[in-house]
């Protein structure tokens, strides 16, 4: 498999997946895509309906990373995808399917039902891709005898599963910032209680915005960074969007009882990683009818799937909402899926988010282009904070099961969407406890909390707070690395 820029640089070049696993954009700025998508045949299809998750995973992964040895990779999987990691499930039976799924019921003659993709450590979808990127680093640095500093900026969802994943990891070290105090109680116990040696919480004294500013800071430094390994997590990295893909294929088999039938997704949607992941599930075959961007006051992808207009949102029109991990202004992933969109043509995408940059978007709408976005299966929706707390409500009331705020986002715009006997999967990307505040807000009550979270807030905390100062940051990152 050779993967190619989506900007089109270096086009004669060949990069493995290897190459592209420890990287994170292209040198021209674009991101990494397979120069083909592989197609499932009806007889692979036939035989992964009944493979257990991990060894799924080793089906589609292995078209994708054909330079890792089978064995390797199969190895890589199983170690991955247990129900030991994956045990958060709300019962017991289930935790062997790693991502079950949970039918709520019947609306307007549409089969809809959750599949739930946060039973891991950290509680939210993250710890899908996240879990095997840590195996998959880990077994990349060895072979080459190398060792990686893995430097990132978090608010919550995104440090924690990356912390989870790379905890005792030979040859990785994380320096995750935070910003001090900003956290809500479980989010901070989640991160600040890992004792690993090789996990360094820096409390800075600042906003999220000062933490990410000191990452970009850090990272421009490129002889810092070269000299100390420092790399990233981010949520363009192929091997997370690849990873993803599995599940798609997992909720089909689960909802669907032959290979003739269809079915639709809706994706809680913030920098269009999981959703990019579905785009190519369909792309290799995988029978999907519609793919429904969910996103939540923070429309800038709706508006796109609406109007064909694609404009990012400054920080100050960037609303702080109750569902905080799609607050983004813009969809980092997003480029992916203009390139298909387009195509495949690198020059119009390099044009377009060259005009991203300098207008602040780009408008496809009078484009031939925009048409094309349905035959791709795309459509989309918004929701709001009244929407999301109602919806919380409504789903408890009817079907006893407690959703997280992403989660509501997600049941509100695919109930926009159904179509008689269309079965509609909702994706959970995770579990209420995590946002807390709301749901007493809708229930009145306290969200449901896996048992292995029970008094996590008391647990001793280990983290170092640091002045919001690019240098302090980078001597701290010296005296830790032991070079
Ligand atoms: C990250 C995240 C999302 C958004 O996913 P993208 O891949 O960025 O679109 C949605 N919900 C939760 C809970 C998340 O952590």
């Known amino acids: 498999m050779n993967y190619l820029s989506t900007r089109g640089a270096g086009a004669g070049e060949r990069h493995t997946f290897s190459d592209i696993l420890l990287g994170g954009l292209a040198k021209d700025g674009?991101?990494?895509?397979?120069?083909?998508?592989?197609?499932?045949?009806?007889?692979?299809?036939?035989?992964?309906?009944?493979?257990?998750?991990?060894?799924?995973?080793?089906?589609?992964?292995?078209?994708?990373?054909?330079?890792?040895?089978?064995?390797?990779?199969?190895?890589?999987?199983?170690?991955?995808y247990t129900a030991a990691t994956y045990c958060n499930v709300r019962d017991d039976e289930s935790a062997a399917q790693i991502t079950p799924l949970k039918t709520l019921g019947v609306e307007d003659g549409a089969p809809l039902s959750l599949l739930e993709l946060s039973n891991g450590p950290t509680l939210a979808f993250k710890d899908m891709a996240m879990q095997l990127i840590g195996n998959l680093f880990e077994y990349a640095l060895?072979?080459?005898?190398?060792?990686?500093?893995?430097?990132?900026?978090?608010?919550?969802?995104?440090?924690?599963?990356?912390?989870?994943?790379?905890?005792?990891?030979?040859?990785?070290?994380?320096?995750?910032?935070?910003?001090?105090?900003?956290?809500?109680?479980?989010?901070?116990a989640q991160m600040y209680s890992l004792q690993d040696p090789n996990i360094f919480n820096l409390a800075v004294q600042g906003v999220f915005d000062d933490a990410q500013d000191i990452v970009k800071a850090v990272s421009n430094d490129h002889a810092f960074k070269?000299?100390?390994?420092?790399?990233?997590?981010?949520?363009?990295?192929?091997?997370?969007?690849?990873?993803?893909?599995?599940?798609?294929?997992?909720?089909?088999?689960?909802?669907?009882?032959?290979?003739?039938e269809r079915v639709s997704f809706t994706v809680p949607s913030g920098n269009f990683g999981n959703v990019c992941a579905g785009h190519i599930a369909r792309m290799m075959?995988?029978?999907?009818?519609?793919?429904?961007?969910?996103?939540n006051e923070n429309d800038v992808l709706d508006e796109f799937f609406r109007t064909g207009i694609y404009r990012v949102r400054k920080a100050a029109e960037t609303y702080h909402t109750s569902s905080p991990s799609m607050d983004i202004s813009k969809a980092s992933n997003f480029e992916r899926f203009v390139y298909d969109l387009l195509g495949r043509d690198p020059a119009r995408v390099l044009q377009l988010f060259r005009d991203v940059e300098e207008k602040g978007g780009f408008d496809l709408a009078a484009s031939g282009d925009f048409a094309r976005v349905k035959a791709f299966g795309f459509v989309s929706g918004s929701s709001s904070h009244d929407a999301r707390v109602e919806t919380i409500r409504d789903v408890f009331q009817r079907y006893d099961t407690m959703i997280d705020t992403h989660t509501a986002d997600g049941v509100k715009v695919a109930r926009e969407h159904l179509q008689p006997g269309?079965?509609?999967?909702?994706?959970?990307?995770?579990?209420?406890?995590?946002?807390?505040?709301?749901?007493?807000?809708?229930?009145?009550?306290?969200?449901?909390?896996?048992?292995?979270?029970?008094?996590?807030?008391?647990?001793?905390?280990?983290?170092?707070?640091?002045?919001?100062?690019?240098?302090?940051?980078?001597?701290?990152?010296?005296?830790?690395?032991?070079e």
């Open 142 to 188: 060895a072979k080459h005898g190398e060792t990686l500093n893995i430097l990132g900026a978090t608010s919550g969802d995104t440090g924690s599963a990356a912390e989870y994943a790379m905890r005792g990891k030979k040859g990785i070290r994380v320096f995750m910032l935070s910003p001090h105090g900003k956290m809500s109680a479980f989010q901070t």
């Open 422 to 482: 269309m079965p509609m999967i909702v994706l959970e990307t995770a579990q209420p406890i995590k946002f807390g505040e709301t749901i007493r807000e809708a229930l009145l009550r306290e969200p449901e909390r896996p048992a292995a979270f029970s008094g996590i807030e008391s647990l001793a905390q280990r983290f170092e707070v640091v002045p919001a100062d690019a240098q302090r940051v980078k001597d701290f990152i010296v005296a830790h690395t032991g």
């Open 285 to 295: 075959g995988l029978p999907i009818e519609k793919l429904v961007v969910a996103t």
């Open 226 to 260: 070269a000299k100390y390994k420092i790399g990233t997590v981010n949520s363009i990295n192929w091997a997370r969007v690849v990873a993803q893909v599995v599940y798609y294929f997992k909720g089909y088999f689960a909802a669907t009882k032959s290979n003739d």
């Open 30 to 80: 674009g991101l990494y895509l397979p120069a083909d998508y592989p197609r499932v045949t009806a007889d692979e299809l036939t035989r992964w309906r009944t493979l257990p998750y991990a060894d799924l995973a080793f089906e589609i992964l292995s078209k994708f990373c054909d330079d890792i040895p089978a064995d390797d990779l199969r190895a890589l999987t199983r170690k991955t």
